[in-house]
Structures are given as structure tokens and as C-alpha cells.
């Protein structure tokens, strides 16, 4: 593919009989059981390598490699296969971004650091800026010591569901930041429904919270599952 300046795959694989409504086969549950109490690799995370996976690191993040070839049918192992490649859109997502922004590089003449328009007194020192603008950020760690951060839009929706790449997100987020003017409600149903809570920033600087050390929150630290942003 010359577009996208990388080698390319067609796999004729037909996954459309797995939706978010389809219950997973006795198989997976088992391949899935197997993977947590192994600590499975969870695709999407982790440093970008710069370089294709080797067959044993793919296969450490691939529910196939716990699926019983003995009893496994199949539609189990083409189940397995699908909840796979889902899980990886948000890892090649991740790529195509690093790659948007590598063709950028080269064809932009370099730009001098930006300067935050405003103090940030509250923001924990590890943590990167929320972009001015944005309405919010939410991070995977409280610190970021590690991990990533989520940019949230001025009137962003998002629903961190299965097949899209926000699923990597889902019951993540440790820390939220919230831009001066903007209101941040988040959610324990990927839908917008469930257990909310709203932080707003009303001062002149963001507003960070750490979920576990805030009494009326720590009930939905890593518990997240949709978000909702608006500013005035």
C-alpha cells in the first residue's frame, strides 16, 4: 500500500456474525479464563516496538494461543480469531496515527515548543498539558508515571465500546483533568447511562482529580465506561 507506506494482508474473514450482543462461546470463556489468570498481554498497550511483532509476541496477546485445539469447533476458533482483530483496531489505529504524524514531520518545517497559555499548579508533574482546546483529559494513571492519555473533546460523546478503539480506555482511567469553563460527566455504562458524576472546572486553572483519593468518586476509579464534555 503506497498510501500508507507499509505492506498489507487481505484476510477473506467474515466476522460480522460477532456482535457486542453475542454471547461468547463456552470455548472463549474458557480461553478468556485461562488468559487472566496468565496476565495476557492486553492489546493496545504497551511501547510502540517501530517494528512488525515477531510470531510469539503476537501470539501472546491472541486469545488463540489458550483456546483447546481438542475441543475447540471452527466457529470457536473463527470467535476467537474476530475478538482478536477487534481488540487489535485500537493498536493499529495507534500506528496510523504515529504514521500520520511521522509524514507530517517531514513535510512541516520543525515548530519552536509551545508555552502553556496558563499556569497549571494542579497538574500532577509527570502528566502531559491538556490541549487548549480541548474540554478534558483522562489518564490511565494518576501520576502518569505510565500509560496514556485520553484528549476529550469540547462536546465529545464517547462510548467506550467493544469494536471501536476506544475499548482500550474501558474501566482505565485513574485521573481526570478538566479544561477552566468545561463540565465533564462520566459514566459507568458505555451508553451514558448507569453511575455518573460530573466534575466541573470553574476557576481559572484545570481541575485534575485522582479518583481513589476523592471519597465521592473512588467508587468509579477504573470503573469509566463513557464520557460526556461540554464547555461554556
Known sequence: NSEALECQVYLDVDCSKFTYDTAPSAVVKAAVAEAVAEEMPIIGEGVMLNRTETPEETLDKSLLKHVDVKTASEDDLLEAYCRDIDAYSFDLNQQNLQMTQNRQVYSQPPKATEVPQYADPDKPAACEQIPADACAGAYQTKGCSS????DIPKGGEIGFKWKTHYFAYK???????VRPGCSLTVFDKN???GD???????????KYVSLADVPEYVHLNNQIESVKCVCN
Open 147 to 150: 500509560g496514556w492519555k485520553l
Open 191 to 193: 451508553n451514558f447511562t
Open 196 to 206: 455518573q458524576m460530573t466534575i466541573t472546572s470553574d476557576g481559572e486553572f484545570n
Open 171 to 177: 474501566n482505565r482511567i485513574e485521573l481526570i483533568g
